[in-house]
């Protein structure tokens, strides 16, 4: 393993000029990307330009960041904590340079909205149609995560705003409703769905679930306990792609959300129903972080947010705050 610029001074600092925001972002972007041709390409400079910024860095606190190996760089115990207090950095100047250009009373700068693929497949066309409607200088950029990755994803700071469940983790989020849903059964394409079934009938079905853990399971056995029943569960698989690979060969059914599978629903690749009797209810959540502060981009882009879920409830089948 060798260090990506190895003779660097050590033991202190040698620079004697203070550091950019552009040279914390390059050593911010080389550490995302784990490769100094690709994060210049990002940076849109020239890769020896590049690593001579990451060299002054380096200069300037005399450590090294980076280790160099055959796939690309990687970051160094040092790099790690650099990172670390470069991305709270770099967050702050750019909250700090988007509210004070707000004071004329336009929206602008970067905002990254995170949220799971079961709300995304429903939200993030839309959103990102409104956003550039009424804010077009706000440059908006959607994240996928599993739902209990979405407050980590907020309280490290790589988003801003996240939509989450109260079935999931949630700690270090401020949160506000954003809908309530009730969980459908979801079946092969083949299958005669009904309106709904009660859950006596669908605790009898073979279902293939997400494996227990803070989440959409939870509240799926809480609803089955409640009537003294347990699940008919023959399967657990945690991705939704393979829980809808496993509903597709016919033979079992799902418990989900409605939105994250409307779309195959409705060009007839799957068959939905209610689940009633009683139903199982989940609350969808706005989340903003609790350790920084609340930028007037991201109040923005909440109001954003609360209108498309307001616009595209009936599709999803949510019921929204009035």
Not at 131 to 139: F, G, L, Q, S, Y
Not at 255 to 276: H, W
């Amino acid at each position: 393993m060798e260090h990506l610029h190895g003779d660097q001074g050590k033991g202190g600092m040698m620079a004697t000029s203070k550091l950019s925001y552009r040279q914390l972002e390059a050593v911010v972007t080389v550490a995302e990307w784990g490769n100094i041709s690709h994060a210049a390409v990002q940076l849109s400079m020239s890769q020896p330009a590049l690593s001579r910024m990451v060299s002054t860095v380096e200069g300037y606190f005399g450590v090294d960041l980076f280790d160099r190996d055959g796939r690309g760089v990687r970051l160094t115990d040092a790099g790690e904590r650099l990172v670390e207090h470069a991305r709270q950095a770099l967050r702050h100047l750019n909250d700090m340079e988007d509210e004070l250009r707000s004071l004329d009373g336009r929206v602008r700068g970067k905002i990254c909205v995170v949220m799971p693929d079961t709300v995304g497949h429903s939200v993030s066309l839309p959103l990102i149609d409104r956003v550039a409607a009424n804010h077009p200088e706000v440059d908006l950029r959607i994240m996928s995560a599993h739902p209990n990755n979405v407050p980590l994803a907020i309280s490290a700071g790589d988003a801003d705003v996240g939509i989450a469940s109260d079935a999931h983790r949630r700690a270090r989020l401020a949160t506000e409703p954003m809908a309530a849903e009730h969980l459908h059964l979801v079946g092969p394409p083949q299958w005669d769905a009904p309106d709904a079934l009660t859950l006596a009938r669908v605790a009898d079905m073979p279902l293939v679930l997400p494996a227990i853990q803070p989440g959409l399971r939870h509240i799926i056995d809480a609803a089955f306990a409640s009537q003294g029943r347990l699940g008919n569960v023959v399967m657990e698989l945690d991705s939704q792609d393979a829980l809808i690979e496993m509903i597709l060969r016919g033979d079992m059914w799902s418990i989900m959300s409605f939105a994250g599978v409307q779309r195959l629903v409705g060009r007839g690749e799957l068959g939905a129903c209610r689940i009633v009797d009683p139903p199982i209810e989940r609350t969808l959540l706005i989340g903003l972080p609790d350790n920084r502060p609340v930028t007037r981009l991201m109040r923005a882009i909440v109001a954003e947010i609360h209108a498309t879920a307001a616009a595209i409830a009936d599709t999803a089948r949510w019921i929204v705050p009035t």
